[in-house]
Nanobody, 114 residues
Framework: QVQLVESGGGLVQAGGSLRLSCAAS????????IAWYRQTPGKQRELVAR???????NYADSVKGRFTISRDDAKNTVYLQMNSLKPGDTAAYYC????????WGQGTQVTVSS
């Protein structure tokens, strides 16, 4: 069974940085694209950044130039480096496989104060 465990969230001031991690188990991680999503109460979960098996990346317009997604297939882990954080980035952040979604993990909360 696939398990996704996100970590690295926290409270940060606007302009600050955080690095999120997501460790996957129960799957051949390197075979799949993987993505970071975020969700705020009352809103749909939105895709923030995606990285393909080959390392190609895509970002939501709202985070381009500020966030960087990367992966370490040896560690079955995907990262999200978040710089120049804004209050609008406040959300619960999750990872998942966009083409073969698994059950969602518990997420990690990011709160950006102004």
């Amino acid at each position: 069974q696939v398990q996704l465990v996100e970590s690295g969230g926290g409270l940060v001031q606007a302009g600050g940085s955080l690095r999120l991690s997501c460790a996957a188990s129960g799957t051949t991680f390197r075979n799949y694209d993987i993505a970071w999503y975020r969700q705020t109460p009352g809103k749909q979960r939105e895709l923030v950044a995606r990285i393909s098996r080959q390392g190609r990346t895509n970002y939501a317009d709202s985070v381009k130039g500020r966030f960087t997604i990367s992966r370490d297939d040896a560690k079955n882990t995907v990262y999200l480096q978040m710089n120049s954080l804004k209050p609008g980035d406040t959300a619960a952040y999750y990872c998942n496989f966009p083409l073969v979604p698994s059950d969602w993990g518990q997420g990690t909360q990011v709160t950006v104060s102004s």
